[in-house]
Every structure is written in C-alpha cells, then in structure tokens.
C-alpha cells in the first residue's frame, strides 16, 4: 500500500531508501525525521516545535554506556535543522534534577542546570522544551504544533473532544507555560494512562512518540491527519465559517493596488518605535476571516500557542477603511486610521502595566505587528523581511486554528497574564539580547537602477550586505536573472527583489514600486544608477544620440526620483536619494558633448531636489565616478574605443591612462562607489544634502571648491 496516498491534509515525506543509508545512526534519522516534519507548514511553523531521540553511547570520560538524548536546541528550525542544531544532554542527570526542583516559582532556574547535564559540549544550547522531551521514557518523540491539533486544543470542548476522537488514545494536559513543571505534567499523565500514543497539550500544541523514528513519524501523522479529517468534516457540515460573509472581496488587481498605496502609509505609522519591514498577502485564508462577520469579535481575542502569540502580538490592528477607499488623499487617510494607531499604543500599554512584574524587562515596541484590511488582505510589519514573513505565516495558522475551533465549539485564546508571562518572559528575553546587533541598514529598503551589472550591482551587493532589503531593477532581463540568483544566494529571498525596469518608460517605474512597496513595505533610498554612454565628436554626434542620452540619464533621474519621493512622504520619515552622475559632470573634454551636459544636467538636478526636498528629510546626493571599468556595461559597447581615441591610446591601455592623470594614482572599482554610496546613507552623514562626493582618484580639474 502506498502511504503517501493514504494521507490527505499532511504530507508523507519518508523514503525508506533514504532511511535505509542511515540505519544505525540514530541521530541521522533524528534529523532525517524532523527535516521531514518541518517541510510541511501544516505540521509545524518555523522555527517551532522540538524533536528527540534517545541513544545509548560511550561517555567520553568513564568509557562506560550511558543513555543520551539529542533534541531540537534553542531557536533552531525543523525543516532545515543540521546535526550541530542539537543539543545532547544525559538522560540520568536531566531526570535527577527532579530532586532539587523547588517548583514552578523557580522554574527559570532550571534552565541553568541543564547545562550540568550536556554530553556534547560542542551541541547546541538546550530549550525550555528539554525537560518535556527527557522526563518521558520513548526513543523518539515528536512536540509539534499542528493548526487541525491546536484547533481543538485550543476550543472550549478541546479536552472531551480529545477524549472522544481517540477514545482515550491521546492525552490531555491543561495549558501551562513550557518548562520542567510541564515536563513533569506530561510525565504524570503518561503514568496515569499507560498505553496512550499521545499528549494534547491545551491551546499550545502536541506531543507523540513511537520506538523508532519511523514509528514516531508515523505515528505523528496519523494523529495531525486524525484531527484534520475531524475538523474538515464538522466544517463542512456547519457550512458558514466565521459567521458568513460580510464584506466581499474587490478585484485581485485592484486589491494589489489599493495594498500598494497604503502600505508605505501602514510602514510609516508602524515605525514610529523602529524602522520596520513590511509583508503582504490576500492569501484565501486571510481573506475568509478578515471579510467575516466574526472578525470584529475573534481577531481582538489574540492567538493561543505560545509560538503564534510570540511573533503576532497580543491582538492585530483592523483598519476600518472600505475596500475601494480612496488611497490617493493621503493626509485624508492619515487622519482616519492615526487615531487607531494611538489606540493601539494605549492599548498596549495599558495590557504592559496591567500585566507586568517586578522583574519584567521594559514594555517593548507598541506598534501592532499585524494589520488586516478588510477586503484588501493583511500586512505584517516586523524588523525585518523574514520576521515580518514568519510573522503573516503565523497568523494564518492562528486563522487556521480560529476556524477549526469555531467549527466545532468556539475558539478560547491565551488569558491576558498568560500571553504577558510568555511575550516578557526573561528567558525570551535573553534570547532577544542575545540577537547579533542590528547592521547599519537593517530595517531600510534600497531601489538601485541599473543594477544588474558593474557600479549598480556592486551597490546594491554593499546594501545587502549591511542589511538592507535590495530591489535590483535592470532593463536587461538575462543581467537581472543573473543578479537576482546570485543575490539569493548569497542574502537569501526574502532580503531581495528584482524588477525589470526601463527608466525612460514611467510604467515600469510605476510597477517597480508598487512590487518593492507590496513585497518591502515601500522604499527609504533611491539610486539613480542606471546609465549610459556615447562618445563621439560634435559633428559625428545625431539626434537620437543627444534623446537617447537625456532620455535615459536626465529624464530617468527625474521619473525615478519623483515616483520615490511619492513613497517617502507617504511614510514620513524621509529617506535617501543617491544619483551615480559623473566626474564629466565638472570636468569638459573632448568628444563628450552629449554624455558630458546629460551628466551636468544630473548633477544640477539632484542639487534642485535637494533644495525642494529637504522639507520631508529627504536627502539628496551625489557621487561622481571616473573611469569605473570593471563589470561596466557602458565600456561592451563603443565608450572605450571612442575614449581611447579622444586621448590617443589603445583600449587596453585606457585603466593606466585613468590612473596615471590621478593625483592618488589608483584605478578605481565598482566597489569604490559602492562604499561611497554606503557614507551617505550609513546614518552618519543624515544631516547632509545637496553634497557631491567624487570618487576618481583625485583630479584637481573636477574640485567642486
């Protein structure tokens, strides 16, 4: 019989051929096992949920066997978890500390003492999870946090209904904060019902077992899959989820557009603590609640696994705007969902001071971390991409969770205190401090035209690099794939973004940042990079020359800048225009008529946006390169042979000639812009505009003074 197919609402991943090379090595299958579960989001978030195995091996300092457990270390991910993300404890000392546990009022120092029981000093930092996993006797064991398992952990009749389903197969214990306590409850209801082949822990997540890794696997799956066919059923069968619909959806395409124009506005009120990143989907789950009848009731009432809560908050902000609100009155918006921002902030504070302890760390950002928009979809906003990805992956599975229960009782969320002891515990808050400090453009998002080769690739690479959320936009579509894969390799996807862009066609700009404001939440610099050139002498020159190089260079500077700025202001918080012109900009030479007035035009177009822009805090400047020749799409075409003529010499010859006539004598590289585009925006230099920084080597000839 094939397993795959027996197997609706989760997938059957396992491949005995795979299996089979790692028989024998437990800790293999381990992580075999949980890469398995954690590819399949229905069975676990990231970064959620634990796995273990016990192992007998030889103690490195008696040479006597002793049983080990390796299990999921802290904050690491299922589906993409290594051997070196374990963490290896003996199992004697982990259960020996049952004999100095004062109870739950110290349960935070418990986690000091797992370090008494590690086995593998290199293994990665034990969980507060650890005790849950050890203090049970199986070999393996798997602690997910299933939406179709959470639903009916988390409904009022969860326990009965537990107990009905797999008529008294799995357990049940009552919510309670993970720790060593729990681990004892869990230990405790496995005693009083031997023979179970699980544990339901209320509103929180699951816990199943089995002999082998296989068994556990299995075992897993047929439970998650027991509880998904239940709610599916009743679900079906009650027919009208969340209360009926009450608002209908508007258009896809219009949807987006609508999403576009008011995230940079959303981002903008969501930073007033931080700089934020954005995310958005008008996923169908998403859209089913947030046009329910029962929104206004359910969303406030915040989420109830500890894992959902952490990253969405205590509740979402919903705003009360229709669908087809017109967006383009932006101060008219401002002034109608401010006031539900402040709110919000009240809220929240008020929930901190109601809540708090003594020894409570200080109340953190306000902001909501969810927001959901009727009709439109819901955006997250969060420090970075991936949060604020992780965080929208969280909520629906929150929804997930909201519409099982409902279905088959009613949803109970996390009281107030609970949700506070968990989001303020001091061991989450260790981890937090723990975090690598943020890079200098950590919580930013860069635009760099021209971006798929030489200066702009180089730019946008330096960004990314220090943190930055990179829209790359070419109008050479096989440059920009080119870019695009290996920027993802190297950054991730979530941190970049390509578009294909034509400065001189204004619909292509105008898709470039509605797509950076849909996917980043809008834009904080701008790059005018994309570029070109034609050297020829005065009656040699056409036409179409002289067009083309305005068109591109003047006329693309100025559409770009003028559809960026419409998103700076609209976030408030102003932001950085950075034009690549040139050191021909100051400097005349021969048969340069045309680039050489193009690229003055430039550089006194950036000084006008910067006398007209300084109001909003937007920042306007300029870099002036000289003879930047690596990777430079301009030298593959005619540039090199016409300025190697202009100064009679050979084209291989013209690097030296760049470097001889400097006064530092250095040929300069893509890389040099690039960290000169860094000062500007690095923060160091923010009350600083209408500047021009040359980067040629030094020719005394283009002093700007």
Not at 94 to 123: P, W
Not at 289 to 305: E, H, K, Q, V
Not at 622 to 634: F, L, M, R, T, Y
Not at 643 to 672: F, N, S
């Amino acid at each position: 019989m094939d397993k795959a197919k027996s197997f609706r609402y989760v997938s059957y991943l396992w491949e005995d051929a795979k299996a089979s090379a790692m028989a024998g090595d437990e800790v293999a299958l381990l992580v075999y096992r949980s890469n398995l579960l954690g590819a399949d989001l229905r069975l676990t978030n990231y970064g959620g949920g634990n796995t273990s195995c016990k192992t007998i091996s030889k103690d490195p300092l008696t040479g006597t066997e002793v049983e080990v457990m390796w299990v999921k270390g802290s904050g690491g991910d299922l589906g993409t978890m290594k051997r070196n993300g374990l963490a290896a404890l003996y199992v004697d000392r982990l259960r020996s500390l049952q004999n100095i546990y004062k109870g739950i009022a110290h349960e935070d120092e418990m986690v000091e003492l797992f370090n008494h029981c590690i086995y593998d000093l290199q293994s990665k930092a034990p969980s507060i999870d650890t005790p849950l996993h050890g203090l049970l006797p199986f070999k393996h064991i798997d602690h997910l946090h299933p939406d179709a398992a959470i639903a009916i952990a988390a409904s009022k009749d969860g326990k009965k209904i537990t107990e009905v389903l797999f008529e008294g197969k799995i357990g049940w214990v009552d919510w309670q904060r993970p720790g060593f306590d729990l681990g004892l409850k869990l230990k405790a209801c496995l005693d009083a019902n031997p023979g179970i082949k699980g544990i339901m822990l209320g509103s929180h997540g699951l816990f199943t077992w089995g002999d082998t890794a296989y068994e556990s696997y299995l075992n897993t799956l047929e439970v998650v899959e027991k509880c998904a066919v239940y709610l599916d059923e009743k679900i079906r069968t009650k027919g009208n989820v969340f209360g009926g619909v009450k608002i209908k959806s508007i258009d896809t395409s219009i949807r987006k557009t609508q999403a576009s124009k008011i995230a940079p506005i959303l981002r903008g009120m969501a930073s007033s603590h931080q700089n934020v990143i954005g995310h958005f989907t008008d996923d169908e789950r998403v859209m089913e609640f947030i046009n329910s009848n029962d929104l206004g009731r359910l969303a406030p009432m915040g989420t109830s696994c500890p894992d959902h809560f952490l990253r969405t908050k205590i509740s979402p902000l919903i705003l009360s705007l229709s669908p087809e609100e017109n967006l383009d009155d932006v101060q008219q918006i401002k002034e109608k969902i401010s006031p539900l921002f402040n709110a919000y902030r009240i809220m929240y504070k008020e929930y901190y001071d109601a809540c708090k302890h003594v020894i409570s760390p200080g109340m953190r950002d306000p902001n909501p971390v969810v927001i959901l928009y009727p009709g439109i979809g819901m955006f997250t906003f969060v420090k970075d991409k991936q949060t604020a990805r992780v965080a929208s992956e969280f909520y629906i599975n929150a929804i997930n969770v909201m519409r099982g229960a409902e279905s088959i009782s009613s949803y109970v969320s996390l009281p107030k205190q609970e949700a506070f002891n968990i989001e303020y515990w001091l061991l989450e808050e260790a981890k937090l401090q723990r975090m690598p400090k943020s890079k200098a453009l950590s919580g930013k998002v860069a635009l760099v035209t021209g971006s798929g080769g030489g200066i702009g690739k180089a730019i946008a690479k330096k960004f990314a690099e220090e943190g930055a959320c990179v829209v790359i936009a070419d109008n050479h579509q096989e440059r920009l794939l080119e870019a695009k894969e290996q920027f993802v390799q190297q950054f991730g996807a979530d941190q970049i973004a390509s578009e294909l862009m034509d400065v001189t066609k204004i619909d292509t700009i105008e898709k470039s940042m509605q797509q950076a404001a849909l996917t980043f939440g809008g834009i904080d610099i701008i790059v005018n990079n994309a570029g070109i050139s034609i050297s020829k002498p005065l009656e040699d020159h056409t036409t179409d020359d002289w067009d083309l190089l305005y068109d591109i260079l003047v006329k693309g500077q100025f559409l770009v800048t003028q559809q960026a700025i419409t998103i700076m202001r609209k976030q408030g918080f102003g932001g950085d225009v950075l034009n690549i012109v040139s050191k021909n900009a100051l400097v005349s030479g021969p048969n340069n008529a045309g680039y050489g007035s193009a690229k003055a035009a430039q550089l006194h177009l950036a000084r006008l946006n910067a006398a007209e822009l300084g109001k909003d805090k937007i920042r306007v400047n300029v870099v002036n390169p000289d003879a930047v020749i690596a990777g430079s799409n301009i030298w593959s075409g005619g540039w090199a042979e016409g300025r190697a003529k202009a100064y009679g010499v050979k084209v291989e010859e013209l690097p030296a000639y760049y470097a001889a006539r400097t006064l530092l004598g250095e040929i300069i590289l893509p890389e040099d812009i690039a960290n000169a585009c860094f000062v500007y925006v690095s923060g160091l230099l923010n009350k600083s505009t209408g500047n021009v920084l040359n980067v040629d080597g030094g020719i005394s000839a283009s002093f700007v003074r």
